[in-house]
C-alpha cells in the first residue's frame, strides 16, 4: 500500500489566517486529492488534482482554497483566510489509475482547529 | 434522500461472531466500490475494492455488490477486538471522486 504522510498532524490557528497543509507522497502518483471530515461527519471530497492541474472541485472548494504541488513532489492545500467551520480534518490521498477509482489511499490526515 | 446511506451504530458483536455491514445508494452511476476503516482520528485504511456487481474475498473480509438493489454488503469473519473501529463505504461513478457513507461504528467486545 503506497505511504502519503501529511504535515503537520495538528495545527491550531487563529480565525481569519493563513493555513497550508502539506502531502509527500513516497512513491510516484500521477492523481492526488484532498478530502475533509468534519468531527462526527461524513468524508467529503474537496478537489482532484491530475497532471499538475485541477481535475474536479466540489462546492466546498471555492475561492479561499487552492492546490498546488509547487516541486514535484509535495503536494499542498492552502485555506485562505479561515473560518470556524474549516476546523476538520483533512486527509490526503493518492490514486494510481484514474477511470479505475480502485485504489485511492489516504494518509493520516492533518487536525487543523481554527479558533 | 441521500446518495449514499449507512446505518451509524454502534454494532456490537463478541469476538469470534461475524460482522455485517452495509450500505445502499441512490446513484446508478455508481460502478467503483469500496470498504475502508477508519480508526479514532486517523486516516482511511482501504480494505475492499469491488468493481460493479458480485462478491469479492480477501482472507476474511467478504465485500458484495448488488447494483441492481444499490446495495452493497462487508463480512467480517471470526471478528477480533482489534476490528474495533468505523467501517466506510465509498463509492464512485468514474473513478476520480469517491462518496462516502457515513460509517458504521462497530465493537468487538472479548
Known amino acids: 500500500e503506497p505511504e502519503v504522510t501529511q504535515t503537520p498532524s495538528h495545527q491550531v490557528t487563529q480565525m481569519g489566517q493563513e493555513v497550508i497543509l502539506r502531502c509527500v507522497p513516497i512513491s510516484n502518483h500521477l492523481y492526488f486529492y484532498w478530502y475533509r471530515q468534519i468531527l462526527g461527519q461524513k468524508v467529503e471530497f474537496l478537489v482532484s488534482?491530475?497532471?499538475?492541474?485541477?481535475?474536479?472541485k466540489s462546492e466546498i472548494f471555492d475561492d479561499q482554497f487552492s492546490v498546488e504541488r509547487p516541486d514535484g513532489s509535495n503536494f499542498t492545500l492552502k485555506i485562505r483566510s479561515t473560518k470556524l467551520e474549516d476546523s476538520a480534518m483533512y486527509f490526503c490521498?493518492?490514486?494510481?489509475?484514474?477511470?479505475?477509482?480502485?485504489?485511492?489511499?489516504f494518509g493520516e490526515g492533518s487536525w487543523l482547529t481554527v479558533v | 434522500q441521500k446518495e449514499v446511506e449507512q446505518d451509524p451504530g454502534p454494532l456490537s458483536v463478541p469476538e469470534g461472531a461475524i460482522v455485517s455491514l452495509n450500505c445502499t445508494y441512490s446513484n446508478s452511476a455508481f460502478q467503483y466500490f469500496m470498504w475502508y476503516r477508519q480508526y479514532s482520528r486517523k486516516g482511511p485504511e482501504l480494505l475492499m475494492y469491488?468493481?460493479?456487481?458480485g462478491n469479492k474475498e480477501d482472507g476474511r473480509f467478504t465485500a458484495q455488490v448488488d447494483k441492481s438493489s444499490k446495495y452493497i454488503s462487508l463480512f467480517i469473519r471470526d471478528s477480533q477486538p482489534s476490528d474495533s473501529a468505523t467501517y466506510l463505504c465509498?463509492?464512485?461513478?468514474?473513478?476520480?471522486?469517491?462518496?462516502f457513507g457515513g460509517g458504521t461504528r462497530v465493537l468487538v467486545k472479548p
Open positions: 469491488t468493481y460493479s456487481s
Open positions: 488534482f491530475y497532471n499538475n492541474e485541477i481535475s474536479e
Open positions: 490521498a493518492i490514486g494510481t489509475e484514474l477511470l479505475s477509482g480502485n485504489t485511492i489511499y
Open positions: 465509498a463509492m464512485s461513478a468514474a473513478g476520480n471522486k469517491l462518496t
